[in-house]
């Protein structure tokens, strides 16, 4: 159980573009969701915190405009990546916390390759 | 402000020899504490985690870690390294939620990676 999924695992987009990221809880509801960002050999850092029917809460320096992240169900939240470029390629990686579980428990997605050309 | 520390950016341990990952957290109450692994491009599974009761706690694949209040750590230890044990581990503190307007987010240390050596 517990499980979290992601789609696109890679995409490759031209730059200016946009591309949407899905994360979705397989087997349980999830009214929080978050959202990181990987840098290479680097720690994870938190962007948003998603949450169903509401405005999600960004970590400060990121764009609002830039990662719009909607979370329109109990199962899913997507990130987009508005106008990408180069310097938005990077391992994208959301995780979910499961309704009425205890505490601080998130369950990880496997994660988004993003490379902006 | 919370933080997490792993002192050691990369370790290098022989198979079948012992390990230990130092984690150390600055946190101002009751921390809940984890410890995640993440093989190359892919996502981070949970090993362990601690919230309360027994400060020795027993996680996935024979790790283990030790909550040590007085010293701000919760190393994770393995008695035995198996190849398969080389990746990146990553420990982390939640923060409970509504504490500090926290939405119970989790804070990363910068990661250890480990390899091993046949």
């Known amino acids: 159980g517990a499980v979290v999924s992601q789609h696109p695992s890679r995409v490759i987009c031209k730059s200016g573009t946009s591309v949407k990221i899905e994360c979705r809880s397989l087997d349980f509801q999830a009214t929080t969701m978050f959202w990181y960002r990987q840098f290479p050999k680097k720690s994870l850092m938190l962007m948003a915190t998603?949450?169903?029917?509401?405005?999600?809460?960004?970590e400060q320096g990121v764009e609002k405009d830039k990662f719009l992240i909607n979370h329109a169900s109990l199962t899913l939240s997507t990130l987009t990546v508005t106008s990408a470029h180069p310097e938005d390629s990077s391992f994208y990686i959301c995780s979910a916390r499961e309704d009425g579980r205890a505490l601080n428990e998130q369950f990880f997605g496997p994660g988004t390759r993003l490379t902006v050309l | 402000a919370q933080s997490v520390t792993q002192p050691d950016i990369h370790i290098t341990v022989s198979e079948g020899a012992s390990l230990e990952l130092r984690c150390n957290y600055s946190y101002g109450a009751t921390p809940y504490l984890f410890w995640y692994v993440q093989s190359p491009g892919q996502g981070l599974q949970l090993l362990l985690k601690y919230f309360s009761g027994d400060t020795l706690v027993q996680g996935i694949k024979g790790f283990e870690a030790e909550f040590k209040r007085s010293q701000s750590s919760f190393n994770l230890r393995k008695p035995s390294v198996h190849w398969s044990d080389a990746a990146e581990y990553f420990c982390?503190?939640?923060?409970?939620?509504?504490?500090?307007?926290?939405?119970?987010?989790?804070?990363f240390g910068k990661g250890t990676k480990l390899s091993v050596k046949p």
């Open positions: 982390a503190v939640g923060t409970p939620m509504n504490y500090g307007g926290s939405q119970g987010n989790l804070i």
């Open positions: 998603s949450n169903e029917g509401s405005k999600a809460t960004y």
